[in-house]
């Protein structure tokens, strides 16, 4: 199998020689220095022809500092497929038991049944799930049961990480990982009432999760309570209608509005639905050009929301990049098209809403889109040619993109620095409490492959320091004094008081900025419950060498579902380091 589905179920997959080759590695031992469990990296081939055949754009330097790349891990263990963010100070990187071993092992004496070995009972010792410390580089295994390939997740109210479907044995199961102290994986099998295989999660004002779509479920369903089960789930018309013969709709794009309707996207059609009765209020003009969901995995972001203005928004979506609907057929004669440059945006819920078109400097298929504590958007990793699948993409785009949403239509995009890592299929990206940001992944191959193949999986881990942390700046961002922060959190329409400091010149309330930051569930392009939100400042104070801002809370949780969230302090476009904030009723 050249690609990662066919139109039957995807076979199994049994990567027996490169088991042989990490088993001789745990043989031989780990490199000095490194943790218990971790396995070293295998040679790396030198780079093919097609490995060195990369999009890279010239720096925009206009602006001043455009960033910097820097390598916080030579390995991490496994491949991140899947990207989340806790709020315990670590990040949690997972990937899909079908690849056979990682490079972490579980600890001796926890290895897992694997539930497809022949003959059966056979032990799966490898970790596809680890803890990773962003600021050390330590990595803890964690043990998954379950197939997590292709899945889905979201936060709950605690920081609790919800996490849902899967591939075969995981196709229904829910999972939950607490952020505190060293705990695990916790699996409820057979929850879902349909199987979910490439399903988009969102949290709801209510606290409650909606899952949609996933590979042949043309459905929506609500997750449970811990350990009870789902009955029934709810047809959804817009996601059969845009099944085409390589489907294109998997990973819906999924954003709540600040009404608590849902914006749903497939494939290049968009509808606005209640998730209370499941009635469809509206159906949005086509995006045209190409197809935007997976296997053709373009881009999308709600836009920042911006209270400063008042609470009653025009929210706007942002979808970019993509391939041509027929991407996947040509993969599969070893044809790559260009991907798609444009970005539409939409306000969905004004009358008469139509995309408005802009276009990126090149086109873009399988990159990340986040928001940055600014109100910019950050667009990295992905390739130039092809679509999703193993094997399936040419010419890696190694140059990031800032895109300013304020600025004119023409001129949004700024080109930054080029990582040197190539990465394509199941890489991920995350912001990070510190205001920089997190990439990880990418392997095209249906294991863990580090020679003879065009692209090596990889498991290093980089750290892109964003324009706004330039190394003038740096020294007087500003500095959330931590005591200050509400240890209860903030209620809906409160007001959130904050202390920071600042070494630079005296901070005056204009050059003030609070955002929060929901930090999202990254897999497959989409960064799924993403959002921000900015505050309005209500009081400001200088104390001495401190300030005092008081910011006012959303006041409904149509803005800002209840949880955990990371709230930055800008001074003159500056971001501090976040604090976390709770937000509930």
């Excluded at 290895?111 to 803890?140: I, K, L, Q, W």
């Excluded at 080029?418 to 991920?428: D, G, T």
Aim: aromatic share 8%; glycine share 10%.
């Amino acid at each position: 199998m050249r690609g990662i589905f066919s139109l039957t179920m995807a076979p199994l997959l049994r990567p027996g020689a490169l088991a042989a080759a990490l088993l001789a590695l745990a043989v031989v031992g780990v490199a000095q220095g490194q943790q218990v469990g971790l396995l070293r990296v295998p040679n790396r081939s030198p780079p093919t022809k097609a490995n060195m055949d990369r999009v890279v754009l010239p720096v925009d330097n206009a602006g001043g500092f455009a960033g910097s790349w820097n390598i916080l891990s030579e390995n991490a263990g496994v491949s991140a497929m899947h990207l989340v963010v806790m709020r315990h100070g670590k990040a949690v990187m997972f990937d899909t038991t079908t690849t056979g071993p990682s490079l972490m092992q579980l600890p001796a004496g926890n290895c897992r049944v694997d539930p497809r070995s022949d003959p059966p009972g056979g032990m799966d010792c490898s970790a596809h799930a680890v803890e990773f410390d962003y600021n050390t580089g330590a990595v803890r295994p964690l043990k998954i049961l379950t197939d997590t390939w292709c899945s889905s997740g979201a936060f709950d109210v605690d920081g609790m990480l919800v996490q849902t479907g899967g591939y075969f044995e995981g196709v229904k199961v829910v999972r939950r990982l607490n952020p505190q102290g060293n705990a695990d994986w916790i699996e409820f099998p057979n929850t879902l009432a349909e199987g979910r295989w490439y399903a988009t999660q969102q949290v709801l004002p209510d606290g409650r999760f909606i899952v949609v779509g996933g590979r042949r479920s043309f459905s929506y369903e609500f997750v449970p309570a811990a350990g009870q089960l789902n009955t029934q789930f709810t047809p959804l018309p817009l996601l059969q209608q845009t099944t085409d013969d390589v489907e294109n709709n998997l990973y819906p794009f999924v954003h709540l509005l600040p009404e608590g309707t849902i914006f749903l996207f497939a494939n290049d059609r968009s509808i606005i639905f209640d998730p209370q009765n499941g009635q469809v209020l509206r159906e949005l003009p086509k995006l045209n050009g190409g197809a935007r969901n997976y296997p053709a995995s373009g881009m999308s972001a709600l836009l920042p929301l911006d209270l400063r203005r008042g609470e009653r928004l025009s929210a706007e979506v942002i979808v970019c990049g993509g391939a041509p609907k027929e991407a996947f057929k040509l993969g599969e004669a070893n044809k790559f098209p260009h991907a798609l440059r444009d970005c539409g945006r939409i306000n969905p819920s004004k009358p008469g809403a139509r995309w408005a078109i802009d276009f990126m400097p090149v086109g873009r298929v399988m990159g990340d889109m986040l928001i940055l504590p600014t109100g910019d958007l950050l667009l990295l990793n992905g390739a130039a040619q092809g679509c999703s699948g193993w094997v399936f993409a040419r010419e890696p785009v190694l140059t990031p993109l800032l895109y300013s949403p304020r600025k004119r239509r023409g001129a949004r995009f700024r080109a930054l620095p080029a990582s040197n890592i190539p990465r394509m299929y199941h890489s991920s990206s995350a912001v990070l409490p510190d205001a920089t940001v997190l990439v990880a992944g990418g392997n095209t191959n249906s294991a863990y492959n580090f020679s003879g193949v065009d692209f090596p999986t990889e498991v290093r881990v980089e750290r892109y320091t964003p324009p706004y942390l330039a190394p003038e700046l740096v020294a007087s961002r500003p500095e959330i004094d931590l005591a200050s922060v509400p240890a209860n959190g903030v209620k809906y329409g409160d007001k959130l008081t904050l202390r920071f400091t600042s070494r630079g010149p005296a901070v005056v309330e204009a050059d003030m900025k609070v955002t929060m930051y929901a930090p999202p569930f990254t897999t497959h392009g989409f960064s799924q419950n993403q959002r921000l939100l900015v505050l309005q400042v209500t009081a400001f104070k200088p104390e001495g060498n401190k300030y005092k801002v008081t910011a006012q809370a959303p006041s409904k949780p149509t803005l800002a579902p209840p949880g955990y969230y990371l709230v930055f302090v800008l001074v003159k476009g500056v971001p501090s380091k976040a604090a976390w904030v709770k937000i509930h009723p």
